[in-house]
């Protein structure tokens, strides 16, 4: 069982940052792959970014591409999200999640979900 809890999230300018944490209890933490997912209101849950159980390989939804940075450290049990350059349109709730063998865009092989932490970007 992998419980997690997200942090970081907050109210930014457009063009700002902002650095999303995810950490993770139990054991079996460094042995799955970690993503990031995001709701905006009334719209369905999107991919964000997903990183490799090792931390070597990742892979991220075109529309983040080059302004996101997803990264892990499995000594802290921690996987992190770099957002930088933010736009209104990445204002969302971001979950973490956790479970999956392979770093994948699809929702339905992470089996652990955290709570989600809120976005909001302004113009």
């Known amino acids: 069982q992998v419980q997690l809890v997200e942090s970081g999230g907050g109210l930014v300018q457009a063009g700002g940052s902002l650095r999303l944490s995810c950490a993770a209890s139990?054991?079996?933490?460094?042995?799955?792959?970690m993503g990031w997912f995001r709701q905006a209101p009334g719209k369905e849950r999107e991919f964000v970014a997903a990183?490799?159980?090792?931390?070597?390989?990742?892979v991220y939804a075109d529309s983040v591409k080059g302004r996101f940075t997803i990264s892990r450290d499995n000594a802290k049990n921690t996987v992190y999200l770099q957002m930088n350059s933010l736009k209104p349109e990445d204002t969302a709730v971001y979950y973490c999640?956790?479970?999956?063998?392979?770093?994948?865009?699809?929702?339905?092989?992470?089996?652990?979900w955290g709570q989600g932490t809120q976005v909001t970007v302004s113009a």
């Open positions: 999640a956790a479970g999956s063998i392979i770093a994948t865009m699809e929702p339905e092989p992470y089996k652990y």
């Open positions: 139990g054991r079996t933490f460094s042995v799955y792959a």
């Open positions: 990183i490799s159980w090792g931390g070597k390989s990742s």
